[in-house]
Nanobody, 124 residues
Framework: QVQLVESGGGLVQAGDSLRLSCAAS????????KGWFRQAPGKEREFVAA????????YYADSVKGRFTISRDNAKNTVYLQMSRLKPEDTAVYYCAGRSGVVATTILSTYDYWGQGTQVTVSS
């Protein structure tokens, strides 16, 4: 069973940058597509970014396109989310997710396993 552990969250000011990491256990996870989702208080969990197993394909929510970059290092079994020009509306718990397939998707229900989440708070 694959386990995901997120790290890198914190409190930053608007305009700052932050990099989230998602470390996976289990060799099989390096062949799985991964995604980042977020959930703000009182709101549903929403898609942020996704990456195929090879890293050759990436997808972004319109709200983060041009500011966030998803990447992966399969040798380290780790996925990253580089966040730049952060806004207060980016405040949320950020979750890493994986699916037993090579193709990335933007749909929450297609992901098979999840991390515990890491809090990102952006002050104005």
């Amino acid at each position: 069973q694959v386990q995901l552990v997120e790290s890198g969250g914190g409190l930053v000011q608007a305009g700052d940058s932050l990099r989230l990491s998602c470390a996976a256990s289990g060799r099989a996870s390096s062949s799985h597509a991964k995604g980042w989702f977020r959930q703000a208080p009182g709101k549903e969990r929403e898609f942020v970014a996704a990456i195929s197993s090879s890293g050759g394909s990436t997808y972004y929510a319109d709200s983060v396109k041009g500011r966030f970059t998803i990447s992966r290092d399969n040798a380290k079994n780790t996925v990253y989310l580089q966040m730049s020009r952060l806004k207060p509306e980016d405040t949320a718990v950020y979750y890493c997710a994986g699916r037993s397939g090579v193709v990335a998707t933007t749909i929450l229900s297609t992901y098979d396993y999840w991390g515990q989440g890491t809090q990102v708070t952006v002050s104005s």
